[in-house]
């Protein structure tokens, strides 16, 4: 494997993002493949994941593979990691990215949505970490990228199984950062704050999106395509001394006190 040619070169590697059909799993998949990586990207529905492929590969010569995956399956992320290392041998940059919110006070919580939330937020992003780092310590370098969100890092009312298990994933990047510094791996989390992506487009009141947009220092919602430099620092080398890290892409959300 030759040397990158610049901090953020990303020639040779190859990535794995799983919810990348669309919102910021898409935009880090592209803005990988515009920096020289080759990519799988997956997603539960074909048509969606299909459509997002192309438009990753668009005008670029290099290898978007896709795959449907449901990773709220337990099970799934095995048979995910299988599929990519048979389709491209291995994994270089890992982004776990697949999330869903399904909001619950603590009084009404139900064990089934619980029990969706934590495989598809945490343990799914735990699996396919343990299933493709082996290859990564051979070579001596990969990079773990996992997706929290500012409500791991703080709360909201209705929002406890998202919040614990977004805050789970913190420490889970904490934990293997220390497990996997040693062989040149770098373990990082990237906490949104407020994206107005297809999620919390379907789940907030125009009430509650004006609300988010004024508790940030800049006043607006991010674009989805601010999230790509945060993700190509943290995968490549520019980001080479930064893990167990949180970064928070947040436009000022969580400096907000009162």
């Known amino acids: 494997m030759s040397a990158p040619k610049s901090l953020f070169d990303l020639t040779d590697r190859i990535a794995l993002v799983t919810g990348g059909s669309r919102g910021l799993g898409k935009v880090m998949a592209r803005a990988f493949a515009e920096h020289g990586a080759d990519v799988m990207i997956c997603s539960r529905k074909e048509s969606e994941i299909k459509a997002a492929a192309a438009d990753v590969a668009d005008g670029l010569e290099r ?115 220390l497990d996997l510094g040693p062989f040149g791996i770098t373990v990082n989390c990237i906490a949104p704050g407020p994206f107005l992506t297809d999620l919390p487009g379907r789940l907030l009141s125009d009430e509650q999106k004006q609300r988010f947009a004024e508790r940030t220092a800049l006043g607006r919602w991010g674009h989805p395509e601010e999230i790509a430099g945060p993700a190509l620092l943290l995968a490549s080398e520019a980001g080479s001394y930064i893990t167990g890290s949180v970064l928070s892409v947040d436009g000022g959300c969580l400096i907000r006190v009162l």
């Open 63 to 177: 290898r978007v593979e896709w795959a449907v995956s449901d990773l709220a399956d337990a099970g799934e992320a095995e048979i995910l990691a299988e599929e990519v290392k048979r389709r491209l041998e291995r994994v270089d940059i890992l982004v776990n990215n697949a999330g869903t919110n399904l909001p619950q006070p603590i009084d009404e919580v139900d064990d089934e949505k619980w029990a969706t939330m934590m495989e598809l937020n945490l343990t799914s992003a735990m699996r396919l970490t343990r299933a493709l780092v082996p290859a990564m310590k051979e070579q001596r370098w990969g990079r773990v990228i996992h997706v929290s969100s500012v409500l791991g890092l703080g709360g909201k009312e209705g929002r406890n199984g998202y919040c614990a298990s977004k805050a789970g994933i913190i420490g889970l990047a904490r934990a293997s950062a």
